[in-house]
């Protein structure tokens, strides 16, 4: 059974850096599209960013777009979420998730079967 164990998260300061990894386990049918979400306090879950099977294709929400990269290491099984310029409005709880696809990047929450427990970001002033 596939597992997703995310790590990295912590308390970081305003335009500082974290780096988020996710470990896949269980995964024997070659790599799937991944994606990052995060969940603010009182606020639905959302994607961030998104890549595909090969790492060659990636996507962002708006509002991180030039400061997050996501990339993947297929032969580790890992995927990152490099957060730089981090921001207040950054603070969540960030989860990663595997897709049912391998191709492309799908900004909906129900094309990702399996999700990790979460790795809480949060960025202060």
């Known amino acids: 059974q596939v597992q997703l164990v995310e790590s990295g998260g912590g308390l970081v300061q305003v335009g500082g850096s974290v780096r988020l990894s996710c470990v896949v386990s269980?995964?024997?049918?070659?790599?799937?599209?991944m994606g990052w979400f995060r969940q603010a306090p009182g606020k639905e879950r959302k994607f961030v960013a998104g890549?595909?099977?090969?790492?060659?294709?990636?996507a962002y929400e708006d509002t991180v777009k030039g400061r997050f990269t996501i990339s993947r290491d297929n032969a580790k099984n890992t995927v990152y979420l490099q957060m730089d310029s981090l921001k207040p409005d950054d603070t969540a709880v960030y989860y990663c998730?595997?897709?049912?696809?391998?191709?492309?990047?799908?900004?909906?929450?129900?094309?990702?079967?399996?999700w990790g427990q979460g790795t809480q970001v949060t960025v202060s002033s």
């Open positions: 890549i595909g099977f090969d790492g060659d294709t990636t």
């Open positions: 269980g995964r024997t049918s070659g790599s799937r599209s």
């Open positions: 998730a595997e897709s049912r696809y391998r191709v492309g990047v799908d900004r909906d929450s129900t094309a990702y079967d399996y």
